[in-house]
């Protein structure tokens, strides 16, 4: 049995898989059914590009993000780091930034599976999902991950299956008619393009699950670097394979919906595609309450937020994953599946922001210490203010 982190009372339970299911779970439940309807009605035929940028985004917010988790092994993740590093103020900032965004990536998570499962009553499902959740976060974490984990290898088969089917019957041919069916006479701006990156950016956030779980981590400066670049690196190749499946459709004429994976095949596989984003948004939604959980643990430790979220029952903070559930379900009742996945994004980008800035205080060579840190927080900054100029129009696309 593993011995508690010191003076935590969490458990260092968590090895090499079971810190990329983590990872995994968190990725691929919401954004690789939620996310390509609203991105591709902004980026148009440039989706892959606004793939390429979210990616980008991601990956130097991997780097920054496995340095400082590598240097401050414990539960928070940007919050911990900023608190040790740069004081206060920008650690409450990224604290708070990643409760709320991660609350609304819960509610986009319970929503997708309404909107798969019950489209004319989505937010009722998704109330019931977050509430079967947080029991199963309040059972314990190591439960959690071994669900996740079955949920993710589901997940994967029903997409391989789905997508290969798709293109099978509507390949992409790019070297045609590269925008296909698509709107060609709406000018797609460069704004457009960053807009649709951030909401893209949100499918690729999971990693930070990883990090705020430190001290649940067994040999964490060894585990999470690799954890979180494994993870990263597979959830990639299944978008793209997801991507270049939603534009053949597109490009062959079929109407993309909300429930974008299951506009792409014929009636009759509605159940296969709607059993995989029960299962992938629900792993996700796992991940998403105990990270939650944990980062408003860590700031209840250290007195930036109530102390009574601090206390730990059975290794759970149940109190702040209490918290976290109560959140979610604010965010479902207040908004649509584009809007919660845009939301989302936005504070969770703010979140980097602080993380690379927290990173520049590493010592380390120019290109790790300046050059990456710098051209992340350049890209986060981007992206937030293409997502809070869209935002209005992202909360009606899709419908």
Same mark, same amino acid.
């Given at each position: 049995?593993?011995?508690?982190?010191?003076?935590?009372?969490?458990?260092?339970?968590?090895?090499?898989?079971?810190?990329?299911?983590?990872?995994?779970?968190?990725?691929?439940?919401?954004?690789?059914?939620?996310?390509?309807?609203?991105?591709?009605?902004?980026?148009?035929?440039?989706?892959?590009?606004?793939?390429?940028?979210?990616?980008?985004?991601?990956?130097?917010?991997?780097?920054?993000?496995?340095?400082?988790?590598?240097?401050?092994?414990?539960?928070?993740?940007?919050?911990?780091?900023?608190?040790?590093?740069?004081?206060?103020?920008?650690?409450?900032?990224?604290?708070?930034?990643?409760?709320?965004?991660?609350?609304?990536?819960?509610?986009?998570?319970?929503?997708?599976?309404?909107?798969?499962?019950?489209?004319?009553?989505?937010?009722?499902?998704?109330?019931?999902?977050?509430?079967?959740?947080?029991?199963?976060?309040?059972?314990?974490?190591?439960?959690?991950?071994?669900?996740?984990?079955?949920?993710?290898?589901?997940?994967?088969?029903?997409?391989?299956?789905?997508?290969?089917?798709?293109?099978?019957?509507?390949?992409?041919?790019?070297?045609?008619?590269?925008?296909?069916?698509?709107?060609?006479?709406?000018?797609?701006?460069?704004?457009?393009?960053?807009?649709?990156?951030?909401?893209?950016?949100?499918?690729?956030?999971?990693?930070?699950?990883?990090?705020?779980?430190?001290?649940?981590?067994?040999?964490?400066?060894?585990?999470?670097?690799?954890?979180?670049?494994?993870?990263?690196?597979?959830?990639?190749?299944?978008?793209?394979?997801?991507?270049?499946?939603?534009?053949?459709?597109?490009?062959?004429?079929?109407?993309?919906?909300? =429930?974008?994976?299951? #506009?792409? &095949? +014929?009636?009759?596989?509605?159940? /296969?595609? @709607? !059993?995989? *984003?029960? %299962?992938?948004?629900?792993?996700?939604?796992?991940?998403?309450?105990?990270?939650?959980?944990?980062?408003?643990?860590?700031?209840?430790?250290?007195?930036?937020?109530?102390?009574?979220? =601090?206390?730990?029952? #059975?290794? &759970? +903070?149940?109190?702040?994953?209490? /918290?976290? @559930? !109560?959140? *979610?379900? %604010?965010?479902?009742?207040?908004?649509?599946?584009?809007?919660?996945?845009?939301?989302?994004?936005?504070?969770?980008?703010?979140?980097?922001?602080?993380?690379?800035?927290?990173?520049?205080?590493?010592?380390?060579?120019?290109?790790?210490?300046?050059?990456?840190?710098?051209?992340?927080?350049?890209?986060?900054?981007?992206?937030?203010?293409?997502?809070?100029?869209?935002?209005?129009?992202?909360?009606?696309?899709?419908?």
């Amino acid at each position: 049995m593993s011995a508690p982190s010191a003076g935590s009372g969490l458990i260092r339970h968590l090895g090499l898989v079971g810190a990329t299911v983590v990872g995994v779970a968190a990725m691929l439940g919401t954004g690789v059914f939620a996310v390509w309807t609203p991105a591709l009605a902004l980026s148009g035929p440039w989706l892959l590009i606004a793939l390429g940028v979210a990616a980008a985004c991601a990956g130097l917010n991997a780097l920054s993000a496995v340095r400082l988790a590598a240097q401050h092994p414990e539960s928070g993740g940007a919050y911990a780091y900023a608190r040790i590093r740069l004081g206060r103020p920008p650690a409450v900032l990224a604290g708070w930034a990643f409760i709320l965004g991660k609350a609304a990536s819960a509610a986009a998570a319970g929503l997708t599976i309404g909107v798969y499962l019950m489209p004319q009553h989505p937010q009722v499902i998704a109330w019931f999902a977050i509430g079967l959740c947080l029991a199963l976060d309040l059972a314990g974490l190591r439960r959690s991950v071994v669900v996740s984990g079955i949920l993710v290898a589901c997940v994967v088969l029903i997409l391989v299956v789905v997508c290969t089917a798709s293109l099978v019957t509507n390949p992409l041919d790019v070297s045609v008619n590269p925008s296909g069916n698509l709107d060609s006479s709406r000018n797609v701006t460069g704004l457009d393009v960053l807009a649709a990156s951030g909401l893209i950016f949100l499918a690729f956030a999971g990693y930070a699950r990883i990090t705020v779980l430190g001290e649940e981590v067994r040999h964490p400066a060894w585990t999470i670097p690799r954890a979180v670049l494994l993870s990263l690196a597979a959830v990639l190749l299944i978008y793209v394979g997801v991507a270049v499946t939603v534009l053949a459709a597109e490009q062959a004429g079929l109407m993309i919906g909300v =429930a974008s994976l299951e #506009s792409i &095949v +014929p009636d009759s596989w509605h159940w /296969l595609v @709607a !059993v995989g *984003a029960v %299962l992938a948004a629900g792993a996700s939604l796992l991940a998403l309450l105990t990270a939650i959980g944990r980062t408003t643990f860590a700031m209840a430790r250290r007195g930036d937020a109530p102390r009574q979220l =601090a206390n730990v029952h #059975s290794g &759970v +903070p149940r109190q702040a994953a209490l /918290l976290a @559930a !109560v959140l *979610a379900a %604010l965010v479902v009742s207040g908004g649509s599946l584009p809007w919660a996945v845009g939301l989302s994004s936005t504070f969770v980008l703010t979140y980097y922001t602080v993380m690379h800035v927290t990173a520049c205080t590493l010592p380390g060579r120019i290109l790790t210490r300046w050059v990456v840190p710098v051209l992340g927080i350049g890209l986060c900054g981007a992206l937030v203010l293409s997502l809070v100029l869209m935002l209005p129009r992202v909360s009606t696309l899709g419908h």
